[in-house]
T-cell receptor
Framework: GQNIDQPTEMTATEGAIVQINCTYQTSGFNGLFWYQQHAGEAPTFLSYNVLDGLEEKGRFSSFLSRSKGYSYLLLKELQMKDSASYLCAVRDPGNYQLIWGAGTKLIIKP | GAGVSQSPSNKVTEKGKDVELRCDPISGHTALYWYRQSLGQGLEFLIYFQGNSAPDKSGLPSDRFSAERTGGSVSTLTIQRTQQEDSAVYLC???????????FGPGTRLTVL
């Protein structure tokens, strides 16, 4: 079956660093995506990893290990506006369908 | 417009009625996706279009659900004889080609009473 796991909720402090983990077990793999979703809004694209290693984009970085079925999203210098849900998704190589985790709700405290 | 648009933004209907949800993808995007997001749940894939054809309808929950896309652009998702369990946010996304990142619309919140 297809399974993507993320923590349900995390809390962090403004200005700090937080790491959101995602593990996956899927029948195929054609890349892993991270999206941000503020309450009541559509998901917005953050990052894409298809090869092992770290991709850095400003305050956000994403890491992938295909052999371990593992990814993380690292958020630095946290701001209050980073309070949102972070969705991990794996792309199926057959139909490009995104298989989604349930999302991690990140709460930022002052 | 520059982004994916969906209408209506909210729809309240009575059990047993039919509803039609609309998605306008970003101009030039060939791939279009429909997802459903229930409260506190991850996104659930419904159907994917490449151009006007739907190579993958595997996610449609029942034969009450159907979708079409015309002119390689606008898509409509139709739910017949709605049930309370159909209540969810229905999200549409498009991408330039299937291998690209998907851009999401704001969604349609469907409530079936």
């Amino acid at each position: 079956g297809q399974n993507i796991d993320q923590p349900t909720e995390m809390t962090a402090t403004e200005g700090a660093i937080v790491q959101i983990n995602c593990t996956y077990q899927t029948s195929g793999f054609n890349g892993l995506f991270w999206y941000q979703q503020h309450a009541g809004e559509a998901p917005t694209f953050l990052s894409y990893n298809v090869l092992d290693g770290l991709e850095e984009k400003g305050r956000f970085s994403s890491f992938l290990s295909r052999s371990k079925g593992y990814s993380y999203l690292l958020l630095k210098e946290l701001q209050m506006k980073d309070s949102a849900s972070y969705l991990c998704a794996v792309r199926d190589p057959g139909n490009y369908q995104l298989i989604w985790g349930a999302g991690t709700k990140l709460i930022i405290k002052p | 417009g520059a982004g994916v648009s969906q209408s209506p933004s909210n729809k309240v209907t009575e059990k047993g009625k039919d509803v039609e949800l609309r998605c306008d993808p970003i101009s030039g995007h060939t791939a279009l996706y429909w997802y459903r997001q229930s409260l506190g749940q991850g996104l659930e894939f419904l159907i994917y279009f490449q151009g006007n054809s739907a190579p993958d309808k595997s996610g449609l929950p029942s034969d009450r659900f159907s979708a079409e896309r015309t002119g390689g652009s606008v898509s409509t998702l139709t739910i017949q004889r709605t049930q309370q369990e159909d209540s969810a946010v229905y999200l549409c996304a498009s991408s330039f080609i299937p291998a690209d990142e998907q851009f999401f619309g704001p969604g349609t919140r469907l409530t079936v009473l």
